[in-house]
Each structure stands twice: as structure tokens, then as C-alpha cells.
């Protein structure tokens, strides 16, 4: 599956975004992360979205802010963004994963998207 990441962008302290995950083919058995990485430092997992409602994760440091969707009959994931902090600016991924479980760990993901960046001005 081929995933493209969108929506990104320039917003003010306390905006938001909503990146939109755009997969090629039937998401509906994948586990959808989104990762997060800041310049100078490690991809960080924000979110993940897997094949039931109840299978989603959001990280404390986003939790209350950010909300992650699914629409399989699109075949699209979406990161609902609120609040947005300086903090918040990186370069933003969606990823694609198969397993059963692991998802915290950016090596179980087999498909990545190309990338958004979110740049929060203070």
C-alpha cells in the first residue's frame, strides 16, 4: 500500500490542523500510525489507529489535543490537531503496519507516507 501524508502547514500558537493519510489501496486491515519528527531529534510516535475503534493510542504529550480517525471506506486516516504549541512543529508521518501488535515502534511499520510539516509559530 502506497500512503500520502497532507495538510500540513503554517499555523499560529493554539491553531489547528487536520492531516489527512491517503492510502492506495483497502486500509481496513492495517494499523495506522502517525509519527512525528522534530529537526534534531528521534521520530516519535503521536498516534495509532488499528482495525477496531477501541485500537487506538494517543501519546500523553498530544493526548487532549489531538485526535486520530479513520474513514476505510476512503481508504483515509485523519490527525485531528488542537491547541497547536511550538512544540508541535516537525515533520509529520503516516505509516502502515500489518502486525498484530508493536505499534509503538516505528520498526513494525512497513509503509510510510512521504511526510507533512508542521511548523508552529509562537
Known amino acids: 500500500v502506497q500512503l500520502q501524508a497532507s495538510g500540513g502547514g503554517l499555523v499560529e500558537a493554539g491553531g489547528s490542523l487536520r492531516l489527512s493519510c491517503a492510502a492506495s489501496g483497502r486500509i481496513s486491515s492495517y494499523t495506522i500510525g502517525w509519527f512525528r519528527q522534530a529537526p534534531g531529534k528521534e521520530r516519535e510516535l503521536v498516534s495509532f489507529?488499528?482495525?477496531?475503534?477501541?485500537?487506538?493510542y494517543i501519546a500523553d504529550s498530544v493526548k487532549g489535543r489531538f485526535a486520530a480517525s479513520r474513514d476505510n471506506a476512503k481508504n483515509t486516516v485523519y490527525l485531528q490537531m488542537n491547541s497547536l504549541k511550538p512544540e508541535d512543529t516537525a515533520v509529520y508521518y503516516c505509516?502502515?503496519?500489518?502486525?498484530?501488535?508493536?505499534?509503538?515502534?516505528?520498526?513494525?511499520?512497513?509503509?510510510w507516507g512521504q511526510g507533512t510539516l508542521v511548523t508552529v509559530s509562537s
Open positions: 489507529s488499528g482495525r477496531t475503534s477501541s485500537a487506538t
Open positions: 505509516a502502515a503496519t500489518l502486525s498484530s501488535g508493536g505499534h509503538s515502534y516505528s520498526q513494525v511499520y512497513d509503509y
